[in-house]
């Protein structure tokens, strides 16, 4: 990853695009999406802003349609015996046709279809909504789309005029691990920041393994969900309460550092490095971000700062994590992380 100042702003170029992990073949991409391109660029099909995006048109634009996803017996090579259960799951890749070994499973997994995920989150919301994005990560073990639920708020429509959107994000694995699952979460349009709801006793999540059949689960699915949208009520008073605290430079470095405590003295040169980069990466941010630009020296707009850092800022674990499934929440450790976050500032905000 490199960072490039651009009229005071760093402006995250990532010269690997491997490190969103979306299916590419040629000028082809396994990913459609509505409105602004992502940070990456990368887009199979873009949609305009205002159109209203079916389920058929979304699978076909992502990429994600007819792949067949299905199980099929383990051979092995001469000589060997097979003495487990174990299946292949396989799919007719969507560029080539050809056929793709994705995972190795037990016999009680079931294949569930993109058509299926992507019709349970549009029965979920009744047929009603449009899809905002979609996308294959992981070379196909991962598929997701995010669809608009119409709900929303703005802080200060005369003044910040910060605008949130509720999504239903959902996803499964071809792989067994990941259940399907459908979760929802509010983002920040000005700049798709993904803020996932960590309020405390909020049921944001509702999940079917792979064992057990899509079909018939949108009811409860529904009522699960259901409880989290009268938590998104919560959410807005929250957001309202820390845009109205205030918060200095001082305080921000502050929290800064209670988040991420500085290396102890005699820590590895190296470490200091990173901390120290960090903390002036989050500087930046928090100065010049066009995304920050109307909540900054708010407790609201250090929240956004340090959750947009780990969305468009962080390098993957291993160098080549999935940063598009991070961002989106599939990910448990940047989940805990961003927890966290909003912990230190609801504390600072009391």
């Known amino acids: 990853m490199v960072l490039v100042a651009t009229d005071g702003y760093l402006k995250n170029e990532r010269e690997n695009h491997m490190a969103h992990e979306l299916e590419i073949n040629g000028s082809e991409v396994a990913f459609a999406l509505r409105g602004e391109p992502a940070w990456h660029g990368l887009a199979n099909v873009l949609f305009d802003q205002d159109q209203h995006v079916t389920t058929s048109e979304m699978l076909e634009s992502a990429k994600l349609n007819n792949w067949n996803v299905r199980l099929e017996e383990l051979t092995m090579p001469e000589g060997y015996r097979n003495t487990s259960s174990n299946k292949l799951v396989v799919r007719d890749n969507p560029f080539d046709g050809g056929v793709d070994v994705l995972s190795v499973v037990g016999d009680r997994y079931k294949a569930v279809q993109n058509e ?5 989150g549009d029965g979920i919301l009744d047929g009603g909504a449009t899809w905002e994005s979609a996308g294959s990560i992981k070379g196909g073990r991962v598929v997701f789309g995010s669809l608009v639920v119409p709900k929303e708020f703005v802080i200060d429509p005369e003044g910040a005029n910060d605008k949130t959107v509720t999504y239903l994000l959902v996803h499964t694995s071809h792989d067994g691990s990941t259940a399907v699952q459908a979760n929802i979460t509010p983002v920040r349009v000005v700049c798709q920041n993904t803020l996932n709801m960590a309020l405390k006793d909020s049921k944001q999540s509702f999940k079917i393994r792979h ?30 309460q820390l845009f109205e605290t205030a918060m200095t ?17 005699g820590a590895k040169k190296v470490a200091q490095t990173r901390w120290n980069d960090k903390v002036d990466l989050l500087n930046n941010i928090w100065e010049n971000s066009p995304t920050n630009t109307t909540v900054k020296n708010t407790a609201w707009g250090a929240l956004n700062t340090l959750t947009e850092r780990i969305d468009y800022f962080r390098v993957g674990r291993d160098g080549g994590e999935a940063i598009i499934g991070a961002a989106s929440g599939f990910d448990p450790v940047v989940n805990a992380e961003k927890a966290n976050i909003l912990g230190a500032i609801l504390e600072f905000a009391k």
């Open 249 to 265: 430079d001082d305080q921000f470095n502050n929290i800064i550092k209670n988040i991420y405590p500085e290396p102890e003295s």
């Open 211 to 240: 064992t057990t059949t899509v079909g018939g689960r949108i009811e409860q699915a529904r009522q699960v969900l259901g409880l989290t949208f009268d938590h998104m009520d919560n959410f807005e008073i929250m957001a309202r």
């Open 116 to 120: 299926e995920l992507f019709a349970f």
